[in-house]
């Protein structure tokens, strides 16, 4: 798609091998890289990169993009954070195969599960598909910012051999498993570049009812794995509550000797179990000693919630008096709560769900954002210690706290990867050998996450920024996010800054780069709100040869394709 000839001149080059750096010169003609070192040929356009960072676009395989890929031509806010590439189709959820009169199954339980408000799928879908093929169809027509990859979601399948049957979470029968088989391995043929499925109680659709593929049989999985084990391409993408249960991950572990394909399950640390995931982590070392190919999908820091006057959910939003303000313009909220009488009912009443209050929203793990997010904030900073330090009730500190900049103000709950308090056993799970980068959920949870910025962080934090304990490399963390990213899910064609590789790179202000706090946009369809992050210090990223970003504003070129899987 690049035409004319692009000479990137005189950058740091990081080239996704892990290699150390090198100044250098790198040339793309015609959507390729054609040169890397003493580029003597003049280009069409050169940027010069004296000074600054040049990596390969980032590979980002865990998305939810879905929907937005079929409304939108600029896939934010990955599309800010030096991603080129992104995998959607995640966590066994998404909108093909679909018949006319199952939409609305498939829209509550992306509501639910992703947090993506239904009446922005009502809006925005198209449904110019009923098939996986015809979805891949549709998406081939459309052009994009970066490249878009997918794969086959179970739970969409399900409903489109079980129907109502597969949302009650019944056993299927032989043929439902056979039909669903088929229907995967006709996904990947026509070019998904995976299947996915969930089995996680976290994963509801919007009324309540946990996701048809929870508690789906071995047999049933097996009929697909193999399924698509016979194509000979294609990746499983696992999310589980138990990837460090033995049954369980003999199970999941299993697929993967049966299909003879590469396998992933998502993997963090929760409070109540801090050290369970380092089982997990053995079982897959294992596994892969044994020849299996199994890796863990981690997150780059603690998976945690945004919380905010415009968001989904804040510090009193399960009080009683809430309800009374929660539907109005956020002007008028902020009115209602500067208001003294107000103030004192809502912070006299106790929450309605105390457990939730506890698990969601303790003062001792909720700390404020500022301008520039500090996503491994020490125990000082919390809204429970700075109360301690003032002398104030930390409740009546988060609610006064909530009313700067005018309700913009937001707070930041770790949830996962944070139970000491610090990011260390995220630097463990990221340093192991059978770990990919992952998880950021771009084009997801739309009122509370806004973690696709992890790419951006990652580069910050973990090579520069981190006060103590241990910190990566900088062609260690480029490696990760690129190379490594896009090998698990079967593309050679890109991740590293070689002649013949495909010309998708970021140039980068190393030393301004950062990020700013999440801001709230309603520019979804039907004025739909969702959670955006800005980055400083993308001086440029190319995708196919043509700069998308410069300065870290969008050029308004769409070079971006769907990427089909096994030459599709």
């Given at each position: 798609?690049?035409?004319?000839?692009?000479?990137?001149?005189g950058?740091?080059?990081?080239?996704g091998?892990?290699a150390?750096?090198?100044?250098?010169?790198?040339a793309i003609e015609?959507g390729?890289i054609?040169?890397?070192?003493?580029?003597?040929?003049?280009?069409?356009?050169?940027?010069?990169?004296?000074?600054?960072?040049?990596?390969?676009?980032f590979?980002?395989?865990?998305?939810?993009?879905?929907?937005q890929a079929?409304?939108?031509s600029?896939?934010?806010?990955?599309?800010?954070?030096?991603?080129?590439?992104?995998?959607?189709?995640?966590?066994?959820?998404?909108?093909?195969?679909?018949?006319?009169?199952?939409?609305?199954?498939?829209?509550r339980?992306?509501?639910?599960?992703?947090?993506?408000?239904?009446?922005?799928?009502?809006?925005?879908?198209?449904?110019?598909?009923?098939?996986?093929?015809?979805?891949?169809?549709?998406l081939?027509?459309?052009?994009?910012?970066?490249?878009?990859?997918?794969?086959?979601p179970?739970?969409?399948?399900?409903?489109?051999?079980?129907?109502r049957?597969?949302?009650?979470?019944?056993?299927?029968?032989?043929?439902?498993a056979?039909?669903?088989?088929?229907?995967?391995?006709?996904g990947?043929?026509?070019?998904?570049?995976g299947?996915?499925?969930?089995?996680?109680?976290?994963?509801?659709?919007?009324?309540g009812?946990?996701?048809?593929?929870?508690?789906?049989?071995?047999?049933?999985?097996?009929?697909?794995?193999?399924?698509?084990?016979?194509?000979?391409?294609?990746?499983?993408?696992?999310?589980?509550?138990?990837?460090?249960?033995?049954?369980?991950?003999?199970?999941?572990?299993?697929?993967a000797?049966?299909?003879?394909?590469?396998?992933?399950?998502s993997?963090?640390?929760?409070?109540?179990a801090?050290?369970?995931?380092?089982?997990?982590?053995?079982?897959?070392?294992?596994?892969?000693?044994?020849?299996?190919?199994?890796?863990?999908?981690v997150?780059?820091?603690?998976?945690?919630?945004?919380?905010?006057l415009?968001?989904?959910?804040?510090?009193f939003?399960?009080?009683?008096?809430w309800?009374?303000?929660?539907?109005?313009?956020?002007?008028e909220?902020v009115?209602?709560?500067?208001?003294?009488?107000?103030?004192?009912r809502?912070?006299?009443?106790?929450?309605?769900?105390r457990?939730?209050?506890?698990?969601?929203?303790?003062?001792?793990?909720?700390?404020p954002?500022?301008?520039?997010?500090?996503?491994?904030?020490?125990?000082?900073?919390?809204?429970?210690?700075?109360?301690?330090?003032?002398?104030?009730?930390?409740?009546?500190?988060?609610?006064?706290?909530?009313?700067?900049?005018?309700?913009?103000?937001?707070?930041?709950?770790?949830?996962?990867?944070?139970?000491?308090?610090?990011?260390?056993?995220?630097?463990?799970?990221l340093?192991h050998?059978?770990?990919?980068?992952?998880?950021?959920?771009?084009?997801?949870?739309?009122?509370?996450?806004?973690d696709?910025?992890?790419?951006t962080f990652?580069?910050?934090?973990?090579?520069?920024?981190?006060r103590?304990?241990?910190?990566f490399?900088?062609?260690?963390?480029?490696?990760?996010l690129?190379?490594?990213?896009?090998?698990?899910?079967?593309?050679?064609d890109?991740?590293?800054?070689?002649?013949?590789?495909?010309?998708?790179?970021?140039v980068?202000?190393?030393?301004?780069?950062?990020?700013?706090?999440?801001r709230?946009?309603?520019?979804?369809p039907?004025?739909?709100?969702?959670?955006?992050?800005d980055?400083?210090?993308?001086?440029?990223?190319?995708?196919?040869?043509?700069?998308?970003?410069?300065?870290?504003?969008?050029?308004?070129?769409?070079?971006?394709?769907?990427?089909?899987?096994g030459?599709?």
């Amino acid at each position: 798609m690049g035409t004319g000839r692009l000479v990137i001149r005189g950058g740091t080059v990081v080239d996704g091998t892990g290699a150390e750096s090198r100044e250098a010169d790198v040339a793309i003609e015609d959507g390729q890289i054609v040169e890397v070192g003493q580029v003597t040929r003049r280009g069409e356009e050169e940027l010069d990169a004296r000074g600054l960072l040049v990596t390969p676009g980032f590979v980002d395989i865990h998305t939810h993009y879905d929907g937005q890929a079929t409304w939108s031509s600029r896939i934010a806010p990955s599309s800010s954070h030096g991603v080129t590439t992104a995998i959607m189709g995640n966590c066994g959820v998404g909108f093909a195969p679909c018949r006319p009169d199952e939409r609305d199954m498939l829209v509550r339980l992306m509501e639910g599960v992703e947090d993506i408000p239904g009446v922005v799928l009502e809006e925005g879908l198209p449904w110019n598909w009923e098939s996986f093929p015809d979805y891949l169809d549709a998406l081939a027509k459309r052009r994009f910012d970066i490249d878009l990859g997918t794969q086959v979601p179970h739970a969409a399948l399900r409903i489109y051999v079980m129907g109502r049957r597969a949302a009650e979470r019944e056993l299927a029968t032989e043929a439902d498993a056979a039909a669903m088989a088929r229907l995967a391995a006709e996904g990947i043929r026509a070019g998904a570049l995976g299947f996915s499925t969930s089995r996680t109680l976290a994963h509801r659709s919007s009324d309540g009812m946990p996701t048809p593929t929870l508690n789906a049989y071995e047999p049933e999985l097996v009929a697909i794995a193999e399924a698509i084990g016979r194509t000979g391409r294609g990746v499983l993408q696992i999310v589980t509550d138990h990837p460090s249960d033995d049954a369980e991950f003999a199970m999941l572990s299993g697929l993967a000797r049966r299909s003879g394909r590469p396998l992933s399950i998502s993997l963090g640390q929760a409070d109540r179990a801090p050290d369970r995931w380092r089982h997990a982590l053995e079982l897959i070392e294992e596994a892969v000693n044994s020849g299996l190919p199994i890796k863990a999908q981690v997150c780059g820091r603690a998976v945690g919630l945004v919380y905010g006057l415009e968001l989904s959910l804040n510090p009193f939003s399960s009080h009683p008096s809430w309800a009374a303000i929660a539907g109005l313009a956020l002007a008028e909220k902020v009115a209602a709560m500067r208001a003294p009488d107000f103030k004192a009912r809502l912070l006299a009443e106790q929450p309605t769900d105390r457990a939730s209050r506890e698990r969601l929203f303790n003062f001792e793990r909720l700390f404020p954002f500022a301008e520039r997010p500090d996503y491994e904030p020490p125990a000082s900073d919390s809204i429970a210690s700075r109360a301690r330090t003032l002398g104030r009730d930390p409740a009546e500190l988060a609610y006064e706290m909530l009313l700067e900049r005018d309700g913009q103000a937001t707070f930041y709950r770790p949830l996962l990867n944070y139970a000491a308090g610090n990011l260390d056993a995220c630097a463990e799970m990221l340093g192991h050998r059978d770990s990919l980068v992952s998880l950021g959920d771009g084009g997801a949870h739309c009122g509370f996450i806004c973690d696709a910025s992890l790419p951006t962080f990652m580069l910050a934090h973990w090579t520069r920024d981190r006060r103590s304990g241990h910190r990566f490399s900088i062609p260690e963390i480029v490696k990760a996010l690129s190379h490594d990213n896009a090998r698990a899910v079967g593309l050679v064609d890109r991740g590293v800054i070689a002649p013949g590789a495909k010309a998708d790179l970021n140039v980068i202000d190393y030393d301004r780069l950062q990020l700013h706090a999440p801001r709230v946009a309603y520019d979804l369809p039907a004025g739909g709100r969702r959670l955006l992050q800005d980055a400083t210090g993308y001086r440029a990223t190319i995708v196919a040869g043509v700069v998308t970003q410069r300065d870290d504003r969008p050029t308004g070129a769409l070079p971006g394709r769907l990427v089909r899987g096994g030459g599709a």
